[in-house]
């Protein structure tokens, strides 16, 4: 359910088909891919940033991907997390592991920050 909603936000904001990841359920890795994103996508009545971001980075990391996090918590607006390293020059070292080397988009503001990139 949250990868196809999270799927026609994209198509929505970006103008761009994401391909869901059917098989992902079967063979694990990650729900959809966007460019060169890695996308993971949670919905959940609360929060578990750390087990779902060290989902995404080993998800990311096999398919040779920038690791991306999207949730939508009951109620709330869709959240975006990426590495500092795949967003500011200045951090390329950081590690990507490290949750609190992340940065945090509400959803409009990450399309945003994709347009830059298109």
Same mark, same amino acid.
């Given at each position: 359910?949250?990868?196809?909603?999270?799927?026609?936000?994209?198509?929505?904001?970006?103008?761009?088909?994401?391909?869901?990841? *059917?098989?992902?359920?079967?063979? +694990?890795?990650?729900? !959809?891919? !966007?460019?060169? @994103?890695?996308?993971?996508?949670? %919905?959940? &009545?609360?929060?578990? /940033? +750390?087990?779902?971001?060290?989902?995404?980075?080993?998800?990311? $990391?096999?398919?040779?991907?920038?690791? /991306?996090?999207? @949730? %939508? *918590?009951?109620?709330? &607006?869709?959240?975006?997390?990426? +590495? #500092?390293?795949?967003?500011?020059? +200045?951090?390329?070292?950081?590690?990507?592991?490290?949750?609190?080397?992340? *940065?945090? #988009?509400?959803?409009?503001?990450?399309?945003? @920050? $994709? &347009?830059? %990139? /298109?």
């Amino acid at each position: 359910m949250g990868e196809r909603e999270f799927a026609k936000l994209i198509f929505t904001n970006l103008g761009i088909e994401c391909n869901r990841r *059917i098989e992902q359920t079967r063979d +694990s890795g990650h729900d !959809l891919d !966007l460019m060169d @994103y890695a996308i993971e996508v949670k %919905r959940a &009545k609360k929060t578990n /940033l +750390s087990g779902w971001w060290r989902q995404t980075v080993e998800n990311a $990391v096999a398919a040779n991907k920038i690791p /991306l996090l999207a @949730y %939508r *918590i009951d109620n709330m &607006k869709w959240q975006v997390v990426m +590495s #500092f390293r795949h967003t500011l020059n +200045s951090f390329a070292d950081a590690d990507m592991n490290d949750l609190d080397k992340t *940065i945090t #988009f509400r959803a409009d503001g990450w399309f945003d @920050y $994709v &347009k830059t %990139r /298109l």
